[in-house]
């Protein structure tokens, strides 16, 4: 019965070590969401595609890519994490049909050391 | 300044008691405004929309003060299932729906 989900809910990685997560859905909703939520923090949005078309946020570091290879499926990969990047991942998906509610996956959570 | 600002608590509060959180917002374009309720560790979950004209689920209450750009949830009879963080989050008018999210206030219900 899920709907968005997340791989892997925890991942431990070395400081410089490239990492992705991973991020799919059954609701075949045309529009990702990245969101990075650090501790205590409101979720920051990194990142959206609408269908193939990907929008960075300004502020986002050049060390955040992101992949969509299909509907279903997106990816986040961090390039070279340093302490700083440790947070909890959120994807979202939404329905352009009903653009303001977004499904959150459970997330996962990312320590670096 | 944040563009939407929650006290973070906590509010320690007994089963029974009525509760209320403050939210403020920058951005005066701002169109759609939500509740959100996070569990720790757990993702964001849509609690409630909010309406100009005020809207009521159950025990919570949202208000919307479009003028004051301010929101406030009220929640009545407090379970200590409510324990959580609430969301306060804003949607800015535009090409895409782009929330932005209050850090949240948390709430601890105790019996």
């Known amino acids: 019965d899920a709907m968005v989900i997340q791989n892997p809910r925890y991942q431990v990685t070395q400081f410089g070590k490239p990492v992705t997560l991973s991020c799919s859905q059954t609701l075949n909703h045309n529009v990702m969401y990245w969101y990075q939520q650090k501790s205590s923090q409101a979720p920051k949005l990194l990142f959206h595609y609408y269908d193939k078309d990907f929008n960075n946020e300004a502020d986002t570091p050049d060390n955040f890519q992101s992949r969509r290879p299909n509907t279903s499926f997106c990816f986040l990969d961090i390039r070279s994490p340093g302490l700083g990047d440790a947070a909890m991942y959120l994807c979202?998906?939404?329905?352009?049909?009903?653009?303001?509610?977004?499904?959150f996956g459970p997330g996962t959570r990312l320590t670096v050391t | 300044r944040k563009e939407v600002e929650q006290d973070p608590g906590p509010f320690n509060v007994p089963e029974g008691a009525t509760v209320a959180f403050n939210c403020t917002y920058s951005?005066?374009?701002?169109?759609?405004f939500f509740w959100y309720r996070q569990d720790c560790r757990k993702e964001p979950k849509l609690l409630m929309s909010?309406?100009?004209s005020g809207n009521e689920d159950g025990r919570f209450t949202a208000q919307l003060n479009r003028a004051s750009q301010y929101i406030s949830l009220l929640i009545r009879d407090s379970k200590l299932s409510d324990s959580a963080t609430y969301l306060c989050?804003?949607?800015?008018?535009?090409?895409?729906?782009?929330?932005?999210f209050g850090a949240g206030t948390r709430l601890a219900v105790h019996p």
């Open positions: 989050v804003v949607n800015l008018s535009g090409g895409y729906n782009k929330l932005i």
């Open positions: 979202a998906t939404s329905n352009p049909s009903y653009p303001l509610e977004q499904y």
């Open positions: 951005n005066s374009a701002s169109q759609s």
């Open positions: 909010v309406y100009s």
